[in-house]
């Protein structure tokens, strides 16, 4: 699973972008200062971080600058108030991917930190496969043997997790907790609805029920 490291000092904000991230099936950790910021990025155990530049304890561009100079080539999408041109350039110009200001839409914040996983990857695959079953993730359709088929938001998501894990048992917590974020129900059945959906949809036969444990993306 893609690993983002958040570094953002204000709760309200990281948890926002935590929660964001992880519903839509990556793993998130969150730290509050620049030394952290640095100390994770040189790990090596993440693939892109979030970065806030008005940390406690140190800006934000020194924590690029010393990650940069210690050899750390961490994808990093500044994350900031800061809305002059000259910061801008700046994030840039040290070694930042992209730069996004305050106040922003999630939407736009997810499809930069995907494009930067593609490009970060030389060119990961835009379309997933499982057998004749692919989804787009540029044009967010599904398409079989059967055809093309238009995709709600919820159901692109719930089947881009099945096309990620494909041939993993996924329970309905496990879903939920991607799909749907900080806000579903446990006792909710809502799982079960977008599955019958998407059966419907594409086709009965990728979904597998595994009884007591969840949902299995078969093909």
Known sequence: MTS???A??????SSFVRK?????GFATTVVTTGRDAVDYALTGGF?????????PDEDGFSVLRRMREMGSDLPVVILTARD?????????????DDYMTKPFRFEELLARVRLRMRTDRGGEATVLRAGDLALDLRTRRASTDGGTVDL??????LLEMFLRHHGQVLSRQQILSQVWGYDYDPG???VDVYIRALRKKIGGRYFETVRGMGYRLAG
Not at 47 to 55: A, F, I, S, T, W
Not at 84 to 96: F, H, P, Q, S, Y
Not at 152 to 157: L, P, Q, S, Y
């Open 47 to 55: 693939d892109l971080m979030v970065l806030d530049l008005g940390l």
């Open 4 to 6: 983002i490291l958040i």
């Open 188 to 190: 909710s059945n809502v």
């Open 20 to 24: 964001g991230l992880t519903a839509n």
């Open 84 to 96: 002059g041109v000259r910061d801008t350039v700046t994030g840039l110009e040290i070694g930042a």
């Open 152 to 157: 709600t938001a919820r159901e692109f998501a």
């Open 8 to 13: 953002e000092d204000e709760d309200r904000i």
